[in-house]
């Protein structure tokens, strides 16, 4: 079983930044599709960027332009950097394969951005 351990959140102000950072494990994660996804309070997670297994990235509309996804394959490790945020952004963020998970969901890592 992949285990994901996201890190790097936390409270920011509007305009800031934050680069979150999602560990995992097993040789599966090499060959897989991942993404980050945003949950909301009181909302549904929803995907806001993917990248495949050669970098190819795609972006929700709400972040494009404003989040980089990237992934070090050495290190079995996904990335997220995050600029210019908003107070919309605020969530709790976790990583996971696309379209179907590859493992238990992690703990997330919360994201609070302030007006």
């Known amino acids: 079983q992949v285990q994901l351990v996201e890190s790097g959140g936390g409270l920011v102000q509007a305009g800031g930044s934050l680069r979150l950072s999602c560990a995992a494990s097993?040789?599966?994660?090499?060959?897989?599709?991942m993404g980050w996804y945003r949950q909301a309070p009181g909302k549904q997670r929803v995907l806001v960027a993917r990248?495949?297994?050669?970098?190819?990235?795609s972006y929700a509309d709400s972040v494009k332009g404003r989040f980089t996804i990237s992934r070090d394959n050495t290190k079995n490790t996904v990335f997220l950097l995050m600029n210019s945020l908003k107070p919309d952004d605020t969530g709790v963020y976790y990583c996971n394969g696309v379209p179907l998970p590859i493992g238990s969901w992690g703990q997330g890592a919360q994201v609070t951005v302030s007006s």
């Open positions: 990248i495949t297994s050669g970098g190819t990235t």
């Open positions: 097993g040789s599966i994660f090499s060959i897989s599709t």
